[in-house]
Nanobody, 128 residues
Framework: QVQLVESGGGSVEAGGSLRLSCAGSSYAYGRNCVGWFRQAPGKKREGVASIYRTGGSTYHADSVKGRFTISQDNDMVYLQMNNLKPEDTAMYYC???????????????????????WGQGTQVTVSL
């Protein structure tokens, strides 16, 4: 069974940093696309970043570009979040999209419906 486990969430003040981790099996990742999404109360789930595991091409939503960075290391995928703002407060999820095509991993072109496997989420809270 494919399993993804997020960690690293917490509470920080505005301007602070957090690094989220997503642990997944090699089977879960394969040559697939891994994305980070977030969902704030009462809002739709929003894609923030994605990485194509083969080659490591990365993509970031405009709302986080320059502040968040997705990366990978073996079976881990990370989301480094700097200069956090209160509007970044949300539950953060990692997810896997089964694809063998790099250009099918551009987060700006994707929704949560395009991803098959999901972790349980980790909460990020940013206060003023």
């Amino acid at each position: 069974q494919v399993q993804l486990v997020e960690s690293g969430g917490g509470s920080v003040e505005a301007g602070g940093s957090l690094r989220l981790s997503c642990a997944g099996s090699s089977y879960a990742y394969g040559r697939n696309c891994v994305g980070w999404f977030r969902q704030a109360p009462g809002k739709k789930r929003e894609g923030v970043a994605s990485i194509y595991r083969t080659g490591g091409s990365t993509y970031h939503a405009d709302s986080v570009k320059g502040r968040f960075t997705i990366s990978q290391d073996n079976d881990m995928v990370y989301l480094q979040m700097n200069n956090l703002k209160p509007e970044d407060t949300a539950m953060y999820y990692c997810a896997v999209r089964v694809t063998y095509v790099n250009n099918a991993c551009v987060i700006q072109d994707l929704t949560d419906a395009d991803f098959t496997y999901w972790g349980q989420g980790t909460q990020v809270t940013v206060s003023l």
